[in-house]
């Protein structure tokens, strides 16, 4: 996992720090969002996925009650010190790695199944 937050960090323009929050995010709204056989097949062609995913959880603030968990999600990466443009690439590049490591049919259907996680990443 550490390579990929690397990448996310370079890409984004943030620290190593903010890429492992930003990552640790947006697994954890994949494990709450996403079709279970679809994270489970993720998950294990990413080592490391689950725990980091575990520290992307609680919080969400007032975004989480006015968009569920895309809106918890969104206001946490807020939080993080993320802009949109951040967020997006940050998003693009776990996601182009994920589709590495898992396929593409597997990552594009967790995506479909998240409604407006396509707009965000």
Not at 61 to 79: R, T, W
Not at 109 to 116: A, E, L, N, R, Y
Request: glycine share 14%.
């Amino acid at each position: 996992m550490q390579e990929i937050i690397d990448k996310v960090a370079a890409a984004a323009g943030i620290d190593a720090a903010t890429a492992r929050r930003a990552a640790a995010i947006v697994l954890d709204l994949i494990i709450r969002e996403a079709p279970a056989d679809k994270t489970r097949r993720l998950f294990s062609a990413l080592p490391g996925a689950n725990d980091l995913a575990k520290e992307g959880a609680g919080g969400g603030g007032l975004f989480g009650a006015l968009g569920g968990n895309l809106g918890a999600a969104y206001g946490k990466l807020k939080d993080a010190g993320l802009d949109t443009e951040q967020m997006r690439a940050a998003g693009q590049t776990l996601l182009a790695s994920a589709r590495e490591a898992a396929g593409e049919e597997t990552v594009d259907d967790i995506v479909k199944s998240i409604p407006g996680l396509s707009k965000l990443v």
